[in-house]
């Protein structure tokens, strides 16, 4: 896998999430209430449908998300989520014990509107490692700054 801050998850010759991080919303800050916001695009193929929108995403969240899949990886049974701050993307990646991941999950265009996507589709337990990587790669280029309780 070619090192990349590109999370994706499935096969982007068939069902996938892809989550693009483009740059801090607020490269100045370092505080953690500002200073961890990514503009992030996002797109969804699965089955007919296909989306694409922007998102402003926590690193605390990809962070939280990099647990979550590492003990899954372990485990290969159980569940990894991705939830965030806005609700504007929702991930749960559970796995069966027996090499099959069930990707599922709701994407919200704006976190005030009502234009939803569901989706829920398989992938191979052999993805973990390359979403892993690419989170690891993502949390060092938008490191989590400052602390909750500062």
């Keep these: 896998m ?7 998850i499935g096969d982007t010759d068939r069902q996938y999430v892809l989550i693009r991080p483009l740059c801090r919303k607020h490269p100045g800050l370092f505080d953690y209430r500002d200073g961890n ?3 992030c695009e996002l797109e969804i193929v699965a089955g007919a449908f296909r989306g694409r929108f922007q998102a402003d995403l926590r690193s605390e969240e990809f962070h939280a998300f990099l647990e979550d899949t590492e003990g899954l990886s372990r485990a290969l049974e159980g569940a990894a989520s991705f939830n965030t701050v806005e609700g504007c993307i929702a991930i749960t990646l ?3 014990g027996n090499g099959h991941v069930r990707v599922r999950g709701e994407a919200v265009d ?18 973990l490692p390359d979403i892993r990587q690419s989170l690891e790669y993502l949390l060092a280029a938008f490191p ?7």
């Design 2 to 8: 070619t090192p990349s801050t590109d999370i994706l």
């Design 37 to 39: 916001w990514i503009d």
């Design 94 to 96: 559970a796995g069966d």
């Design 110 to 127: 704006a976190a005030d509107a009502g234009n939803r996507l569901l989706f829920d589709f398989g992938i191979d337990e052999n993805c």
């Design 144 to 150: 989590v700054t400052g602390t909750r309780d500062a």
